[in-house]
């Protein structure tokens, strides 16, 4: 019997580094941060407007398509219309234009004012995504019906439901899907808050009539007052914390979980120049650090702006037809302002990040939509020093101040990612901490 | 219970035991805790706004109404309440709610008792309009456990009279997020993890158990606390929409003059703290 290891809600996508030129008026935009940085990392977008969703299920499996399978709890059942194929291409689109972001400015010559503008983009190196083994179990009695069968694109789509608590788990097992050790407690939950089961494997024939190289992302809509995101299945045999991107498509304002802290990573932060180079790593262990820091329970917001604009863009804002494919339903079509920019109108985009695990996430996440639309986004900043070799009285001060502000940023990159002080000055180039502190205040006053 | 000599200038024991003082020292420092440590989306500005409305429309409603004295320590809670659940980007809507929520309880009244908790009434009403939100997974543990601590020493330390409601609500509604746990074979950490929630505590201990918003009998609030234990539990998982217990509350308000008339009891004065047996004593706001 083939076998098929059932992903619940384990998703993965790749997403390639972009690499067009952007610029901005409050610094330069040099980098963004991939979603690819981290291993076993899903993504989703949900667009939802009075109860209506789409939701996009991007999809990165790496081995032998036989064995992808995808377990996913739904609040209603599905027609074969309320299920469609969406383009990889668009949500890279759109975790690139979310993406934390790094820019640029640089020092003018304290001595003489002028300008020095560079522009240069930075291209993360990806890592490959590794998907989750799950284990096999066997079961208990059955009890299934299955509710409607498509096949969609290159999928076999089946939708189950189960009125008693006990059979589903057997029917997935004997079905040849791999059902992990403690989902049948999982399962039964979800079938008593009366969910149906969205059941994903791959036709293989269909695959080949396509002749697609990787998975499309699938899309579900839904009317539904539940909001929000099944992943205890996730969690029952992860080793380790999940990664969870969650994009938002909303008409209102920003996103946040009900049920656990959302919290903004920190930003608009000065570190290093050097960081410029290793911003993958950078932006990795900043996350960790604060995962950490909140006890592993936080839910980070990543980024929430109006998809009118961006400032700086990591990416263009998505077109009226990009949103729409992602289930943006409630815009008017064809809206276009100045420089041929593509407008979307009452799209508000909420990115939030998160990385989970039964201990700490025991819940299933809930969210609700507010009405705030401030702008937030995870945005770093290089200040190159000028460097010069005139001589001014400006210039000496400059130069004090200077190895103030490294020694500043310094300590901020240490603060933000825990690495560690002595490695980051060394990067730096700078002497050890207490040189750098500059002269005492009583030799400063008496100038020694 | 407190002594008082029935002059205007209640006497210093009666004065400490008015379970307000703790309850805004504990408000007070839950705030500041949120604003520091858990980053609270609150400017300076929003409760600098929140507790001057608040105090100005007391005063004003003191005047209006000719009451004999300025209190200032409801609305203080009411306005503290409010800084830590409400959420808004327009500081207007702060000044509507804290203005709404003190207003609310000298205009909408029953039987000389306000019938909506002040904080409750602000926030449903700017929920309702779309003005504002409450963030109600802004908690983390340590400031929950810490609450939590405080809110309970505060019922031991100010021998809270009508602490009956919020034990009521507290075992109704905890006990029945654990039946459901049970029945759907969830483990016991989801709802543990449900209930920790800060908006739960501030409502289980200062919003339901208002002493001028509750039934005046014992029984009344005991029946009272399950009413709206059920009405929030059916907005959080009938609904499917947060802020349950806040909900829950606002439509069960305007049953509890009807309790009152089932179920009689005497009237609450916050400076002679009664369970609501015994002699019936006259009360001003």
Redesign the interface.
């Known amino acids: 019997m083939k076998r098929i290891s059932a992903t619940a809600f384990t998703l993965l996508i790749g997403l390639l580094a972009w690499n067009g030129d952007a610029s901005a008026f409050c610094g330069f935009y040099v980098a963004k941060a991939d979603t690819k940085l981290f291993n076993k990392a899903s993504e989703v977008t949900i667009a939802r407007h009075d109860n209506k969703t789409v939701i996009t299920m991007a999809n990165d499996f790496k081995g032998d398509v036989k064995e992808f399978a995808m377990v996913v709890p739904v609040p209603t059942i599905l027609e074969k219309d309320q299920i469609h194929i969406g383009e990889a291409a668009v949500l890279k689109h759109l975790a690139d234009y979310s993406a934390p972001r790094l820019v640029e400015y640089f020092d003018e010559n304290p001595c003489r004012r002028y300008e020095l503008f560079q522009d240069k983009m930075g291209a993360l190196k990806n890592t490959a995504p590794a998907s989750a083994e799950l284990k096999r179990e066997r079961d208990r009695a059955l009890g299934v019906t299955i509710k409607a069968q498509y096949t969609v694109g290159e999928y076999d789509i089946l939708i189950l439901s189960a009125k008693e608590s006990t059979g589903l788990e057997t029917w997935l097992s004997e079905n040849g899907y791999k059902i992990p050790n403690g989902a049948s407690a999982i399962l039964q939950s979800y079938l008593k808050q009366h969910m149906n089961f969205f059941v994903a494997k791959i036709n293989l024939g269909e695959q080949a009539k396509l002749g697609l190289s990787h998975l499309r992302p699938l899309q579900i809509a839904f009317e539904s007052p539940k909001f929000m995101l099944p992943i205890r299945l996730g969690t029952v045999n992860a080793d380790g914390g999940q990664e969870l991107f969650i994009y938002f498509l909303t008409k209102q304002g920003r996103v946040e979980t009900t049920n656990y802290r959302t919290i903004r990573l920190p930003e608009a932060q000065e570190i290093p120049v050097y960081v410029k180079d290793r911003f993958g790593d950078f932006y990795k262990d900043l996350f960790t650090q604060q995962v950490r820091r909140e006890d592993e329970r936080g839910v980070f917001l990543e980024y929430a702006w109006d998809m009118n604009w961006c400032d700086p863009c990591a990416a263009n804002p998505l077109s009226t037809e990009e949103l729409r494919s992602l289930g943006v339903f409630w815009q008017e079509t064809n809206g276009r302002i100045g420089k041929g920019m593509p407008m979307a109108q009452n799209v508000f985009l909420t990115r939030l990040h998160v990385r989970y695990d039964a201990a700490h996430f025991p819940e299933d996440l809930i969210f609700q939509e507010t009405t705030d639309r401030s702008n937030f986004q995870a945005r770093y900043i290089l200040r190159h020093p000028w460097n010069g070799t005139d001589d001014c009285p400006a210039a000496t001060a400059y130069r004090q101040q200077l190895r103030e502000r490294q020694e500043k940023e310094a300590q901020a990159l240490a603060n933000l990612t825990g690495w560690q002080i002595s490695e980051i000055r060394k990067s730096m180039g700078l002497a050890s901490g207490p040189l750098i502190e500059g002269k005492k205040w009583y030799e400063r006053l008496w100038n020694n | 219970m407190g002594q008082h000599d029935g002059k205007t200038h209640p006497d210093l024991l009666s004065i400490w035991r008015d379970p307000r003082l703790y309850q805004i020292v504990s408000l007070s420092a839950l705030l500041l805790y949120g604003l520091l440590w858990?980053?609270f989306e609150v400017s300076p500005w929003q409760i600098t706004i929140t507790l001057g409305t608040a105090l100005l429309t007391q005063y004003a409603g003191t005047r209006f109404f000719s009451l004999p004295a300025f209190d200032p320590k409801t609305p203080l809670i009411s306005a503290l309440s409010l800084c830590l659940l409400l959420?808004?980007?327009q500081l207007p809507v702060v000044a509507l709610a804290s203005f709404l929520a003190i207003a609310g309880k000298f205009v909408i009244r029953w039987n000389d008792k306000h019938v909506f908790n002040p904080t409750n009434l602000a926030l449903a009403v700017v929920l309702t309009s779309?003005?504002?939100?409450m963030?109600?997974?802004?908690?983390?543990?340590v400031a929950w456990f810490g609450f939590l601590i405080a809110c309970l020493g505060g019922l031991v330390v100010t021998r809270a009279a009508r602490a009956d409601v919020t034990v009521a609500f507290l075992v109704f509604y905890v006990g029945l997020l654990i039946v459901r746990a049970l029945?759907?074979?969830?483990?016991l950490?989801?709802p543990l993890?449900?209930i920790e929630s800060g908006a739960l505590l501030i409502f289980a201990f200062f919003m339901i158990s208002d002493p001028k918003t509750t039934p005046d009998s014992r029984t009344g609030r005991i029946v009272y606390a399950l009413l709206v234990t059920m009405a929030a539990l059916y907005v959080q998982f009938g609904?499917?929409?947060?802020n349950g217990p806040l909900w829950g509350l606002i439509a069960c308000a305007p049953f509890v003059p009807l309790i009152d008339y089932v179920l009689p009891g005497s009237r609450y004065d916050w400076s002679k703290p009664s369970t609501g047996r015994g002699c019936v004593a006259h009360s001003h706001t």
């Open positions: 858990l980053h959420r808004t980007d779309g003005l504002g939100w963030s109600p997974g802004q908690w983390g543990q029945w759907l074979g969830d483990p950490t989801i993890h449900q609904l499917f929409r947060p």
